[in-house]
DNA sequence: AAGCGGACAGCATACGTATTCAGACGATGC
DNA sequence: GCATCGTCTGAATACGTATGCTGTCCGCTT
């Protein structure tokens, strides 16, 4: 070994008086090779500092160790601003995949480029974590395109039987009935929906149609003009407020499909005069970090993202073994504070 | 090519009519391949849906095309919370990463782990990009070692001429005086520092000499009973806003060394029935999504780490092609919001 | 004493790409 | 008509690891 090139197995071997074979069996700690042998090489390659070269590892075995997070969003076309929910996760996610040794490859996608067939194609991944919200006629078609090509993958989102591949989500409905119910114990009359009802969208839609129970489930009517389509920005969320004011329809609630939008609907409220909770009571879904720091603290509807993300890494780790896996809803938890 | 297997350079070959080398050259668009083959080639590739294998790429270049970004942070041993300015910064370089050619391997580190020798020397990444405050004496024994190896890096940090490497920053002693400025200017008079003020957190430390440039300037007395310890975290602010409350010493303004703190100190203040910014005035550092969605919206000093990521990314990219970098020193910018 | 099985280690090779060197071919100059 | 040059392509090989197969040595059985 020339002096300031890495190590390699031989070089161990030669030290070790072994050959090279030996070597990788002792590292990977393979039975065949005696216990004596394998302290030997053990000790000498911490010596040297070597570590086994993952690329000569992955291109003889075939598989990486490696795992690859695919965000992708819709509203944030220049990649700076990850949905703040999304970034919670990810601690969680690197976190499992520390643990269960694998590497995490994150890569932030445009709905436009080529993720669906770019990761494991090229050998960088042996498994792939979806996340995002988006378009969803052409999500659809790209995990078409996943299924077809034998990719493994796993995804967060609503379980959707249309969809193919294994799917960690929160149980939305639920989430929305408890917001209702939550609301209407309250007092309150005139709930709005602020977020997308739309098939395009069906986390935000299953919150809907939760919210839309919990009336039924009052004999209290449903009234489609107090909902109002938005993304999850706290941009879209005060734009939602405003012309849900502007609408002139009475309300004392809203419902926000995400935190982001609820944050951006207290700022149109309280600029249009209206107190929070007095005027009108206020919940959020997802509980992000910023949801109790705001002012009031908001009610929310958590979603458990340290379990999701260990969720999503454990059941792609089953898939890539081949074995079967299943859908998981998780339940969501109403965080009572003080917006309500 | 067995059906199902993944197609390979010779597959490409043969159905070409052309050597393997031949197809290697053509998609690295090597000009010594004809343009009618390199055409061909291209075209019988795409339909095979032909990536080429990172590992055999790289095991044969020694280059991975990959950089690693390691997170460590002393206070969040779960890994589950990430100081929220560094999760900002994450969008940036991984939108900067992709513009680039380069995936981006994140890793969320104690600071006990070795991840000063794991990442180069296994290869899976050319070079590293260190994010986190931390234990400044371990921080910089592994510095050293990271040089001692010719490991790539570059972090994110104070340019203390002390430790190694390239380092881009914010000038905090900048940030910290124009912080002090302004609550000058707002006509406060006792001012207290929320945040490290020892050797042990540069960027803290420097943030607290600005301040304290700014009181001399305006010929004012530094009380260093106005100082108090604590670290980037909301629990921490409101710790040390109550500490700070507890010793009795007349204040009516705040400078925070992050909005984490200041955001904890406002907590502590309310509660102890103080107005912000009537009894006092309260400015942050970071301008973390947060800031402005709290109540009152935080005056705070913003770091740009849109710019920040980018630079990240590209020095590391120079130093890995053994060109040459210095050092950057990023400037903060004041942004008055409702709280002071 | 011959045969047999288990424990251990080495030989040879495969993984898929990138690069060095050499060769083929046609065109050009004298 | 022969040498020369430039353009393009192919043969061979290296990168470092992991594994199937083979071989050796030893202790044990029959």
Redesign the pocket.
Known sequence: MASG?????????ALA????????????G?????????LRIEAIARQLN????K???A????STSTLALLFFEDPAPDGSRINPFFLSMLGSILHTCGARGYDLLTSFQQLSADWHVDYEDS?KADGLILLGYGDFDDYSRRLDQLVAQGTHFVRWGSADPAHPGTVIGCDNIAGGRDAGQHLIERGRRGIAFLGDASNHYPESRDRYRGLAQALRMADMPIDPGLQVDALSSEASGYDAARRLIARGIAFDAIFAASDMIALGAVRALVESGRSVPGDVALVGFDDIPAASLAQPPLTTIRQDYARAGELLVDMLIRRINRRDTEPALLPPELVVRKSS
Not at 5 to 13: C, G, L, Q, Y
Not at 30 to 38: G, I, K, N, P
């Open positions: 090139d890495k190590p390699t197995s031989f070089d161990i071997a008086g072994v050959s090279q074979p030996t070597v990788s069996r002792a590292l990977r393979d039975r065949t090779v005696s216990a004596a042998t394998r070597y570590k086994v070269d690329n000569a590892s291109l003889r075995r075939g050998r």
